[in-house]
């Protein structure tokens, strides 16, 4: 079947979509993460041709086996990054050549909106306008964390006064970013 597509096609396409830069590396491994967790709620057979299915209808499945383990918000996340994994796809297999992505803003459309050096936080914008704010090294601090032997992660701008709810936030982010290995 010309048409068809496997997980293993889409995941291939986007460790070299983020390895090549035609999409941010980090936002290829969380389109990764995102389809490998949803899409492992399909059996084998299902996921050697991901074309046959319907993509909302995998992602109610997922929602309904895995609403335990994650809160609404992030069940939402994953639909749209499953969703979006699969629009890029199918729009780098159609047309490679002329495969691009709309990333955030960079160069001097970023510069202008810097604040100035006093300031004790430092903005970076999106294109659509939405903000995210970036911690000075003075106002936080860095940790690493043994995961397995041999694994060791390590956080970054770490706030010195980080909440509770900010914590448990960031918890959630982590989970969100693992991969199911229980049988289907």
Known sequence: MKNSFSMEDLLDFLDHAGDRGLIPAATARAL???????????????????????IDAVVKRFNNKR??????SSLKEYGRRVSKAVELFLSWREDPANFS????ATGNSRRKEKPSAESPM???????GEQF?????????QTRLP??????????????????????????????????SSPT
């Open 122 to 128: 430092a903005h970076d914008s999106y294109e659509d």
């Open 133 to 141: 704010v970036r911690a000075q090294n003075a106002e936080s601090y």
């Open 67 to 72: 609403a335990r383990d994650f809160n609404p």
């Open 101 to 104: 992505v709309k990333t955030r």
């Open 32 to 54: 990764a993460v995102a389809s490998r967790n949803v899409f492992g709620v399909l059996s084998d057979e299902e996921r050697r041709d991901l074309s046959a299915q319907d």
């Open 147 to 180: 995961v397995r032997p041999g694994v060791i992660i390590t956080l970054s701008n770490v706030p010195h006064d980080l909440s509770k709810s900010e914590a448990e936030r960031l918890a959630e982010f982590v989970k969100m970013l693992a991969v199911d």
